[in-house]
């Protein structure tokens, strides 16, 4: 199995589609695309946001060798050690987002809802 195989089988065990991946990286669909199809390869930054946003091993997503998933306490732990936030940044983003006509405010809300499912060990998608 090729990088770009791995890359597709996590995605589809997280039970997400190419469009939600790339949301959650902040790339475009066609990145996530290329990737899958072994046209292109993700840089060794969005190596690392992949490997926390699909919650697998570096060296299984890179090599193939090893365990392909992590623990989910180990992936909380990598993603928030990543983060960050202050209380005034939530503040923030809650008055910016509420500012927002309604029907910007789904897919925004729907993207966070895709990214807590991934992060949170009470998810679903993370057993």
Request: proline fraction near 5%; charged fraction near 20%; charge should be positive.
């Amino acid at each position: 199995m090729n990088l770009a195989q791995r890359i597709r089988q996590a995605r589809k065990e997280k039970q997400l589609s190419q469009t939600q991946l790339a949301s959650i990286l902040g790339v475009s669909r066609g990145a996530c695309g290329q990737w899958e199809a072994g046209i292109s390869s993700p840089s060794s930054k969005r190596m690392e946001s992949l490997v926390k946003s699909l919650g697998v091993n570096f060296e299984w997503l890179t090599t193939g060798r090893g365990e392909a998933p992590v623990s989910n306490e180990i992936a909380n732990q990598q993603l928030s050690s990543q983060t960050s936030l202050m209380p005034e940044d939530l503040q923030a983003f809650n008055l910016w987002i509420l500012k927002l006509p309604e029907d910007e405010q789904r897919p925004i809300l729907k993207m966070l809802n895709n990214i807590q499912q991934i992060c949170t060990p009470e998810a679903q998608s993370c057993k």
